[in-house]
Every structure is written in structure tokens, then in C-alpha cells.
């Protein structure tokens, strides 16, 4: 069965911190892989989208890269700020249907100020 | 970027009642699904559509229907609700990418039965 670990479940840093976050998959023969955040009662944002075929993506202070033969994937905050407080979720996709988009069960950031 | 709506935004009904969970988006997108997700947890695969008049089931399919009659329309029934509905539905739409398909979702409907 395919399955999406995102440890820790949650995690609290003090403002200005580097951290990283962890994501891992099951099945090493993914499509892509991408990463949202998520705030209390609202939807998804997409925040970063990794091909198969890519080690890595950045946007701003986030970075994300991907190892798939290891069956993971990090995304990397740099200097953390309280507006990056959210959960944060990770989604493999296998390519085919959209039954194939697994989702980890999200880890929750809180920068202290 | 993609802008989905949905309402309402929260909804507390009676067990029994029939509810419809609406989704639109104007941006043209062919693809469109509802999520479910419970607090905490993973999210499932409800159903899902490919266009006009394509709808297809996913994990968690099997007390709810969908249509799609419009492009930009993708509501959600329950027929009957029941306390087990009690959850957080998400709609979503895929635009293309340099790298795959970018999922974006609306802010959601929180779902209360009481």
C-alpha cells in the first residue's frame, strides 16, 4: 500500500530559525510530488511542485528537495517567521487517475516570536 | 493562480437533511475535486470529474454524488446526512504546470450533523 509519513506531527521553533521538515513515501515510483500549507479552516496552498525527474525546487525562503531512490522528500524553511505558523502537507502523486494523489497527514509549524 | 469558491463556508444541520455543497471556479479548469478531511488527518479522495459531464469516484465516494453540468460548477450531495459526515470538504482544481498539474483548493465548507 502506498503511504506518506510526515514526521514530526508537529513542531515549534523560536523566530528566525532554519528548520526542516520531513516527508516520506512507500513507493519510490512517483510522478511528482507537492508541497501546501495549510492554515486553521481554510484550503490548501500549493507552495512548491516537484517532478520525478528533479532534485530540487526553490521559491523565496522555502527549498524542497526530493530523493526518491531513499523514498523522501524535505522542505526547508529559511529564517522562520510567525506568519509561517500552518500545517504543513506533502502529496505524492503516481501518475493516472487522481485516485493516485496520496497525502501525508501534515506536520503543524508554530514560530514563536 | 485559480480561484475556487465554495459555500457555505460552515454548515450545521440535522440528521437526515439533504445538503448540497457548492463549488465553482471561473477560470475554465477542466479537472475538479472534492476532498474530505477530517482534523488532524490525511485527505480523501471524494469524487472527481475531467470535465463536463465526466464524474468519477474515489475512496470515500459511496454516501455522496456530484455533478458536472458546467464547467465552472461541481456541487456536492448528501442525500442523507448523517453524523459521520461531520467533517471538512474541500474543493480543488488542477492547472497545468512546467512540472505537473498544481492542485488548488478553496478555503473549504466545515460540515457539522448534529
Known amino acids: 500500500k502506498q503511504e506518506v509519513t510526515q514526521i514530526p506531527a508537529a513542531l515549534s521553533v523560536p523566530e528566525g530559525e532554519n528548520l526542516v521538515l520531513n516527508c516520506s513515501f512507500t513507493?519510490?515510483?512517483?510522478?511528482?510530488l507537492q508541497w501546501f500549507r495549510q492554515d486553521p479552516g481554510k484550503g490548501l496552498t500549493s507552495l512548491l511542485l516537484?517532478?520525478?525527474?528533479?532534485r530540487e525546487q526553490t521559491s523565496g525562503r522555502l527549498n524542497a528537495s526530493l530523493d526518491k531512490s531513499s523514498g523522501r522528500s524535505t522542505l526547508y524553511i529559511a529564517a522562520s517567521q510567525p506568519g509561517d505558523s500552518a500545517t504543513y502537507l506533502c502529496?505524492?502523486?503516481?501518475?493516472?487517475?487522481?485516485?493516485?494523489?496520496?497525502f501525508g497527514k501534515g506536520t503543524k509549524l508554530s514560530v514563536k516570536p | 493562480e485559480a480561484d475556487i469558491y465554495q459555500t457555505p463556508r460552515y454548515l450545521v444541520i440535522g440528521t437526515g437533511k439533504k445538503i448540497t455543497l457548492e463549488c465553482s471556479q471561473t477560470?475554465?479548469?477542466?479537472?475538479m475535486y472534492w476532498y474530505q478531511q477530517d482534523p488532524g488527518m490525511e485527505l480523501h479522495l471524494i469524487h472527481y470529474?475531467?470535465?463536463?459531464?465526466?464524474?468519477e469516484k474515489g475512496d470515500l465516494s459511496s454516501e455522496s454524488t456530484v455533478s458536472r453540468i458546467r464547467t465552472e460548477h461541481f456541487p456536492l450531495t448528501l442525500e442523507s446526512a448523517r453524523p459521520s459526515h461531520t467533517s471538512q470538504y474541500l474543493c480543488?482544481?488542477?492547472?497545468?504546470?512546467?512540472?505537473?498539474?498544481?492542485?488548488?483548493f478553496g478555503s473549504g465548507t466545515q460540515l457539522s450533523v448534529l
Open positions: 477560470m475554465g479548469h477542466d479537472k
Open positions: 516537484i517532478q520525478s525527474s528533479q
Open positions: 513507493d519510490s515510483a512517483i510522478y511528482n
Open positions: 480543488a482544481s488542477t492547472i497545468p504546470d512546467s512540472f505537473g498539474e498544481k492542485l488548488f
Open positions: 470529474s475531467y470535465g463536463v459531464n465526466s464524474t
Open positions: 502529496a505524492v502523486y503516481y501518475g493516472g487517475s487522481q485516485g493516485n494523489l496520496i
